[in-house]
């Protein structure tokens, strides 16, 4: 009978990713949330945590050295949209940089292509709609998003499935999440979510993934 250790497999990555604050914003609590999770054990998958500028180019270059040195089985960006009142698990990553205010290197392209001569957009690889199941599930508010900008995060989302697109059994996608309480207590009458909240999401959301083959039928389109 062979040994243990010979039968024994390294554990396999799932790489998690923040962002660093941006705007007028002092934390950015994607990076607090993937933090968090850092090196945790999730359905027998090890998370590697990394944060990402907020810098159109230089967040994909970081994204791509994180899967060459991490080689996921699967990738998951979170991002913050102060705003939205829940998780937002984005469906499309659209081939355009336009950008409402300038990263945090300074610049703000204007309708530019992400990739020159790439595809108009790319869908997540991740099944979504069983993720929004386990999340409603275990009590977390979540939804199905249509679009997600034009800033960096959509620019880290497509250029994220521009890098796997001819590795297709490592699925990707991204998850936007609403302010932190005390962000929101600066932007009055806008809806918040705890840090808490959101590493239980993403416990809730890396979990279905990893353990969802094929997506379940469950609608979650919008009217507008
Ligand atoms: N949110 C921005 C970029 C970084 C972040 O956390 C966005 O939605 O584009």
Redesign the pocket.
């Known amino acids: 009978m062979p040994s243990k250790s010979a039968v024994r497999r390294p554990t396999p990555h799932v790489l998690l990713t923040g962002?660093e604050p941006?705007g007028d914003e002092t934390s950015?609590p994607?990076w607090e949330a993937v933090r968090a999770l850092d090196g945790m054990r999730i359905a027998g998958h090890r998370v590697v945590g990394r944060c990402l500028p907020?810098e159109f180019g230089t967040s994909l270059t970081r994204l791509r050295a994180a899967i060459r040195e991490a080689k996921p089985v699967l990738v998951l960006c979170v991002?913050?949209?102060g705003g939205r009142a829940q998780l937002s698990l984005e469906r499309i990553g659209i081939n355009i940089d336009d950008a409402r205010i300038a990263d945090n290197a300074g610049a703000q392209p204007v309708d530019e292509p992400i990739v020159a001569g790439g595809p108009a957009a790319y869908f997540s690889t991740l099944p979504l709609k069983a993720m929004l199941r386990d999340l409603r599930a275990a009590g977390v508010p979540a939804e199905v998003s249509q679009t997600a900008?034009t800033?960096?995060?959509?620019h880290v989302l497509y250029g994220l499935m521009h890098a796997l697109r001819r590795t297709p059994r490592v699925r990707g996608g991204f998850v936007?999440i609403p302010f932190a309480p005390d962000q929101a207590a600066r932007h009055p009458g806008a809806p918040s979510l705890p840090v808490e909240v959101v590493v239980q999401g993403l416990r809730v959301m890396l979990r279905s993934a990893l353990t969802t083959n094929t997506d379940i039928r469950l609608a979650a389109g919008a009217t507008h």
């Open positions: 962002f941006f950015n994607s907020v991002g913050q949209a900008g800033y960096v995060c959509n936007h």
